[in-house]
């Protein structure tokens, strides 16, 4: 029997995979439907459609992101779309599925020229779109010029586009797109319709960055989903390339995608360090603002970066000091901070911050040694922490005090020996030493929000962990030197420091209150009727029986 030869033809080949897209691409607008946060366009839009009432050019301006090329391709579509059935007209919900539609989706119909101006800016490339032009179209309702970037056309290409810009063919619309209108010749402007495309809120590009983690099965956190919002800038295309990048930077143990990630990946975890830098700045600790700024320089962070980094957070704290809403993408812990800035700093001294931080960001920018040039800034900073306000000033005129400066003023003359010139042994006797000598103001200030570290005779230490007034460093340097004629030590510290006297007090009061109402007699009254209020008692009649 011959051998047979049977011819199974080649082996099957493995199928190879889809190179992959990158979200930007994957996730752009279809349709209007999806075009996000432009509302007002669509709507003029779809009625000039509907009205046969279309210009024969179109001008798209706005920040990058924002769908502006987009858009002229759904423009496109819309204007050209025949319908599953081809006999549709033009509609503001195009198909997408009849020829046209799919053509222009894939940047292969004939009728509709796409042309970056940045490569393309002079006169023969114009001249190429007014002869063309002239010419119906193959195959589609319209012949549709799509320019992005139109800024770049040099001055003689606007000045040979105007009159077919002014006076087109019937069967021609130009689509303008740029992000830089202002550079745009007013005599164009006049000759098109235009739409001010917006920045998207965050609210909207969370949701839709939410939506698109649906669809490609990847798990967020809605915090990191508002950070990447947030970093975005009203960008939705710069939004989808940073959740690109954070979900490749997401852990491979299912992890998803998380909002501590996406901090360190965007840099936001050095807020914290500029948060402590503020704290020590206001309390007018220059050694430890020098410190904590050398630690973020040798970290790789520029100093410009610390300047614009600290006058954003004072601009912040000043919008919380006004009551707007919280920034959803600040941590807890920023949001305590900056309540605790607000309610502790008044509107003059945020004022003062922000002008002495600007005049630094300036500086900076320009110096020659920028770390040295932030270092004095700080420092500048830091001796303006502990002048008075101009209302201060004006109150010790008035009581006939001084308006110098105590840093500035003269060693003070020998005082004669009095009942205040001893050296206080205790916190409580430095407060009652001050209350003697008419400081009650500064005694009171220090009883509502001094936190003690640690207190020995010449050196006090005091917690910043909540902020502390401005001022009150440089009040007490300068009241206990002049009364007990000592240069004491006050230094802040990170500590969380004892309660507050105050706030010690008004433990011990509602300790009080409570065994107060445990009491037999007054557990009774109070029940017997129903809303009374305890108004006052007196601890020395207080019998354990």
Known sequence: MADSFLDLGEPPQPAKPEPYRVLARKYRPTNFSELIGQDAMVQTLGNAITRGRLAHAFLLTGVRGVGKTSTARLIAKALNCIGPDGQGTATIAPCGVCEPCRAIAEGRHIDVIEMDAASHTGVDDVREIIDASRYAAVSARFKIYIIDEVHMLSKNAFNALLKTLEEPPPHVKFLFATTEVNKVPVTVLSRCQRFDLRRISSEKLAAHFAHVCALESVEAEGEALTLIARAAEGS??????ILDQAIAHASMDGGGVRADAVRDMLGLSDRGATRDLFGLLIVGDGTGALAALRHQY????????????????????TLTKLGTPADPAQSAEAREAM?????????????????????????????????????????RIVYAADLPDPATLARRMGE??????????????????STTAATPDSFDAMLAMLDTAGRVGLAEKLRFTARLVSFAPGRITLSNAKPLPVELVGEMTEALHTLTGVRWQVSVDSAPGAPTLREAEASARAAELDWVKSTPVVSAALAAFPGAEITGWDMNKRSDG
């Open 236 to 241: 939705a295309r710069d939004g989808l390339s």
């Open 298 to 317: 040798d970290l790789g962070v520029d100093p410009l970066a610390v300047m614009r980094a600290l006058l954003e957070l004072v601009h912040s704290v």
């Open 339 to 379: 309540d605790a800035w607000a309610s502790g700093l008044s509107h003059a001294t945020l004022h003062r911050l922000w002008q002495l931080l600007l005049k630094a960001h300036d500086e900076v920018a320009r110096a020659a040694l920028p770390i040295e040039a932030t270092e004095m800034a700080l420092l």
């Open 400 to 417: 006939g005090g001084t308006a110098t400066v105590p840093a500035a003023a003269p060693p003070p003359a020998p005082s004669p020996p």
